[in-house]
């Protein structure tokens, strides 16, 4: 009985070793198999480690089409904020049957006068909308005199040669028509060297240039006087002198001279 235990049999410290080396090699070769498995994976999906950052990338694309989308919308509202203006500033206004009342719009503010007295409105435009020949202008308004911002819309309606604009910020009449301009023609002057030189003596030419701008737009005066400033863009070649008019806003004009011609704003 003795020898078949010992021969036969293992002892516990035998057997205990035994089962410590199996479940090693167990271990190695779970292990080894895992890693195989991942290998195979990655090899048979090479970018889907990726995706993750990958997503941010396309949200980003995302962020900046959205951002290209923003400024077309903001460039929109310039272009009719812009034609609305021109279409304002580039014709003369009067009350309707009543030429001595008139609105003259600049940039950033617009002059009304009824003949004897001026009062000039500071405006700054929040959002413009333009449409078949008309538009509207949503505006902050301070009045002269007046620190109290209002909000109005000014509005423009009809067809050339015969627009209306109206606003109930307008101060001396809530609607103005489209003027024929000026019947009379605008004298220039005042005129003294050594401006007559730096415009190489085309007076007359000054002449037309300024009752040509005076009639569409300044159509109240009768004559426009040189206030003897001058400056001179050197290297762009431009000679610019100012004038003013004696309509009640006493508007005052900027005439430039460059390459043999004259442009005149007010």
Known sequence: MLRRRGGGGLSTPKKAAIAAAVLAVLLIVGTS??????SSAQNEHP????????????????????????????????????????????????????SKTTIQFRNGSF?????????????SIQKATWSDG??????????????????????????????KVSCDGFLMAKEYVQASGSATAVS???????????IEGKNGDLAKA???????????????????EVYLDIPGGRTTATFTCDDTAATVLNVTYSGGSFEVQG
Not at 188 to 198: D, I, K, M, N, S
Request: aromatic share 4%; charged share 25%.
């Open 33 to 38: 198999a895992l890693h195989g498995a991942i």
């Open 47 to 98: 970018q889907e480690a990726e995706v993750s950052s990958e997503q941010p990338a396309d949200g980003g694309a995302g962020e900046e089409d959205g951002g290209k989308q923003a400024p077309d919308a903001d460039e929109a509202r310039g272009d009719a904020s812009e034609t609305m203006q021109k279409a304002l500033e580039s014709h003369a206004w009067q009350q309707d049957g009543n």
């Open 111 to 123: 002059v009304e006068s009824d003949g004897v007295s001026a009062k000039v409105t500071a405006m």
């Open 134 to 163: 008309g538009g509207t202008l949503e505006c902050k308004l301070v009045a002269d005199g007046d620190q109290t911002e209002r909000s109005s819309i000014i509005s423009l309606s009809g067809k050339e040669g015969s627009y």
């Open 188 to 198: 220039v002057e005042g005129l003294t060297e050594p401006y007559t030189t730096l």
């Open 210 to 228: 300024v009752a040509s701008y005076c009639r569409d737009h300044v159509p109240t005066a009768t004559k426009a006087t040189f206030d003897g």
